[in-house]
């Protein structure tokens, strides 16, 4: 009878370890929201200028999400020695941010395949995403460029498209705003 008690309890043991679910690591996304900066930071010679660090979270049964804020040009800033900015500077600075954004779209997708191949605990039917604001001076023509960036895909997708299986358009979902 004894016996019949100890194998109860070890059977009730193992089915009750087996329904836990596995708990997240947040230094998963640690080392994500890190290797995102970095991707922003070395982009080109005249890197992005972050204006915070990445963030990320993990939403059960949706995915992990991260979020960045980014000046597409580390334009000038009046100070002393430049009281103003004229309207040409400002002309200059919307020019080079418009050049630049097909390169941080790029970056976006890329950051979403390196997301879905190092984010293990992410199940394959949930979602990686990351958006990107814009950060703008107030004087700034802003006409045609976007103030935030979202892309995002199931990572099986995103796996797929990264082993060539689906092209990249077939695993990303882009919106601008």
Known sequence: MRRAWILFALVAAIWAA????????????????????????????????????TRGVYLEG??????SEVSLSNALAPNPFRPAITKED???????????????????????LAGAASLDEVPAGEQIVVGVSL????????????????MQGAKAKLLDAKLGRISLDQAVQAREF
């Not at 679910?21 to 930071?41: G, N």
């Not at 950060?135 to 979202?150: A, C, K, N, T, V």
């Open 18 to 53: 087996s329904t836990e679910k596995p708990h997240f690591k947040r230094a998963a996304l640690t080392a994500m929201e890190l290797s995102f900066d970095q991707r922003f930071k070395s982009l080109s010679d005249d890197p992005f200028l972050l204006v915070g660090p």
């Open 62 to 67: 949706y995915g992990a999400v991260f979020t």
């Open 90 to 112: 400002i002309a200059k600075i919307r020019a080079k941010k418009l050049e630049r954004l097909p390169a941080l779209r790029q970056c976006i997708r890329d950051m979403l």
């Open 135 to 150: 950060l703008y001076r107030p004087d700034e023509d802003r006409s045609g460029m976007p103030g935030q960036i979202l």
